[in-house]
Antibody, heavy 125, light 107 residues
Framework: EVQLVESGGGLVQPGRSLRLSCAAS????????MHWVRQAPGKGLEWVSGVSWNGGNIGYADSVKGRFIISRDNAKNSLYLQMNSLRAEDTALYYC??????????????????WGQGTLVTVSS | EIVLTQSPGTLSLSPGERATLSCRAS???????LAWYQQKPGQAPRLLIY???SRATGIPDRFSGSGSGTDFTLTISRLEPEDFAVYYCQQYGSSRTFGQGTKLEIK
């Protein structure tokens, strides 16, 4: 059974940093691209960032480009999101999501076939 | 960026009825790269449909997707009590964007 378990969320002041983690199990982690998708309270879904199976290709939404860094450790079956210079508008539930393919491309992509339960990030003073 | 507009915003129906949800794209979605998700309160989204019309693993056949180009539809043939939720469409032909969602509520 595919399981994705996010952690690392919490309350953080504007301008500070936070690192999210996603522990994956139930599938061969290094066979698939992975993503972060967020959902602001009471709002819809927004894709944040994606990374290919080997970390070689990475992409970001314009809203987080230059502030967030996605990475993965295939030996630990883990995905990460380093979030810097946080803003109030980054407040959201952050989901880890699995891609059905190994590759990440900016120009096109795939759907998300499995999702974690999310970790809540609140940016407030 | 391709903008997806879902309608209606809220759909009120009774169990046993047929639900038709719409997703319209601001430009053509290449290769029908469109997916549908179901999200219940306090839960993560669940993949229902990909490639506009292919059901994901374990999805009941009362769920069906159709459409191409800029107009796509999710149909639930006979609503079960567990189908009342929020539904999102997502295109993946040009990066990845989501619609704003349709809330399917019990009438």
């Amino acid at each position: 059974e595919v399981q994705l378990v996010e952690s690392g969320g919490g309350l953080v002041q504007p301008g500070r940093s936070l690192r999210l983690s996603c522990a994956a199990s139930g599938f061969t982690f290094d066979d698939y691209a992975m993503h972060w998708v967020r959902q602001a309270p009471g709002k819809g879904l927004e894709w944040v960032s994606g990374v290919s199976w080997n970390g070689g290709n990475i992409g970001y939404a314009d809203s987080v480009k230059g502030r967030f860094i996605i990475s993965r450790d295939n030996a630990k079956n883990s995905l990460y999101l380093q979030m810097n210079s946080l803003r109030a508008e980054d407040t959201a539930l952050y989901y880890c999501a699995k891609d059905p393919t190994p590759n990440y491309y900016d120009s096109s992509g795939y759907y998300f076939d499995y999702w974690g339960q999310g970790t809540l990030v609140t940016v407030s003073s | 960026e391709i903008v997806l507009t879902q309608s209606p915003g809220t759909l009120s129906l009774s169990p046993g009825e047929r639900a038709t949800l719409s997703c319209r794209a601001s430009q053509s979605v290449s290769s029908s790269y469109l997916a549908w998700y179901q999200q219940k309160p306090g839960q993560a989204p669940r993949l229902l449909i990909y490639g506009a019309s292919s059901r994901a693993t374990g999805i009941p056949d009362r769920f069906s997707g159709s459409g191409s180009g800029t107009d796509f539809t999710l149909t639930i043939s006979r609503l079960e009590p567990e189908d009342f939720a929020v539904y999102y469409c997502q295109q993946y032909g040009s990066s990845r964007t989501f619609g704003q969602g349709t809330k399917l509520e019990i009438k």
